[in-house]
C-alpha cells in the first residue's frame, strides 16, 4: 500500500510568500491538521483558506486607508447625538455611510450651521463608516489644504497636487468659510472644486450659507461658480441648533450632570423634589 508523500512545509512556506499569501502561509497547517481529523473535501479546505486570506486583506486595507484619513479620533455615528440635531435624518445618512451612487457619480455633501452644532463630527463620522465600506477618504481643515496647494502653485506642481488627490472619493473640507478672503488662496479652492466637479465628492462643512460665501471668493463670478459646481449635485443639510459646547458648559454652570434634553424623567421628578423642599424650607424661615 503505498502512502501520501510528505509536505515540505518549508519549501510550501516560500511558495506561499512568493505568491503574496501571508496569511494562508501562517494558518495552512493548523487549517490542514483539522481538515484531516475532521474529513474535510478538499474544496472545503481551500474556500477556508482562501475567505481568510480574503478577510485579513480587507483589514489591512482599512487599517491603510483609515491612517491616510486623519479622521479626528473619536468622532462616530454611536456617539453622534441625532436626537439633538432632529432636522437630520439618522436614516438618511446612514443610506449615505453606504457611498453606493452618490460617491460613483461625484456628488457632493454640505453640511451647513453655527459653530459648535455637531458639523465636523457628523462629517468625520461619515467619513469613517465610508472607510470601513471600503471608499477611500482624506480629512482635512479647508485653510490647511488650501495653504497645500499654494506651495504647489509656487512650485508649479499644482495640476500634479490636485490630480494626486483623485485617490480620494470623498474629499472632507472643514470650516470652509474659515479661508481668509486672499486670491492666491481663493483661486487654489476654486480650482479644486472644478476638478473633482462631476468626478469626484466633496464634503464640506461651513459656518456661513452660500450668501455670505463672498466672504471667501473676492470675485462674485467666482463665487457664483463655486456655488454652482458644488450644488449642482449635492445633498445639504442646515444643522441650526444652539452649540452643544456652548449647552455643556451652561450645563457645568448650573450643576453636574447631562444636558436637559438628555435627562431622563426620574432625575427631573428628583429635582422637583428637591426644588419643593427648598421652597419649604424657605417658607418656615
Keep these: 500500500m503505498s502512502t501520501a508523500p510528505m509536505i515540505d512545509a518549508q519549501r510550501l512556506g516560500l511558495m506561499l510568500g512568493e505568491l503574496r499569501l501571508p496569511t494562508i502561509k501562517h494558518i495552512w497547517g ?3 491538521a483539522q481538515a484531516d481529523k475532521e474529513g474535510w473535501p478538499a474544496s472545503r479546505f481551500l474556500a477556508a483558506l482562501a475567505e481568510h486570506e480574503l478577510a485579513e486583506r480587507d483589514r489591512r486595507r482599512i487599517g491603510r486607508h483609515l491612517a491616510e484619513a486623519h479622521l479626528p479620533a473619536g468622532k462616530t455615528l454611536d456617539c453622534f447625538a441625532f436626537e439633538a440635531v432632529p432636522m437630520i435624518s439618522k436614516a438618511q445618512v446612514m443610506a449615505l455611510c453606504a457611498g453606493d451612487g452618490w460617491l460613483d457619480q461625484g456628488s457632493n455633501l454640505i453640511l451647513f450651521g453655527p459653530p459648535g452644532g455637531g458639523k465636523s463630527h457628523l462629517a468625520a463620522a461619515i467619513g469613517l463608516a465610508l472607510v470601513e465600506n471600503g ?8 485653510s490647511d489644504l488650501v495653504q497645500r496647494l499654494q506651495v504647489a502653485r509656487r512650485e508649479l506642481t499644482l495640476e500634479s497636487a490636485i490630480a494626486k488627490l483623485d485617490k480620494y472619493h470623498l474629499l472632507i473640507l472643514d470650516d470652509f468659510a474659515y479661508v481668509s478672503r486672499d486670491q492666491a488662496e481663493t483661486s487654489v479652492l476654486f480650482e479644486l472644486i472644478s476638478a473633482r466637479y462631476e468626478r ?4 464640506i462643512t461651513a459656518n456661513q450659507p452660500f ?7 473676492p470675485d462674485p463670478a467666482m463665487t457664483l461658480a463655486a456655488v454652482d ?10 444643522m441650526n441648533v444652539e452649540s452643544y459646547r456652548r449647552r455643556t458648559a451652561q450645563a457645568r454652570r448650573t450643576g453636574a450632570g447631562r444636558p436637559a434634553a438628555y435627562t431622563t424623567p426620574k432625575v427631573l421628578e428628583t429635582i422637583r423634589d428637591n426644588q419643593d423642599e427648598n421652597e419649604d424650607l424657605a417658607s418656615d424661615n
Excluded at 200 to 203: I, M
Excluded at 211 to 217: C, I, P, Q, S
Design 30 to 32: 493548523d487549517f490542514a
Design 135 to 142: 471608499w477611500r477618504t482624506l480629512f482635512t481643515r479647508t
Design 200 to 203: 469626484r465628492s466633496l464634503l
Design 211 to 217: 450668501g455670505e460665501w463672498n466672504r471667501v471668493f
Design 229 to 238: 459646481r458644488l450644488v449642482h449635485h449635492a445633498t445639504i443639510f442646515e
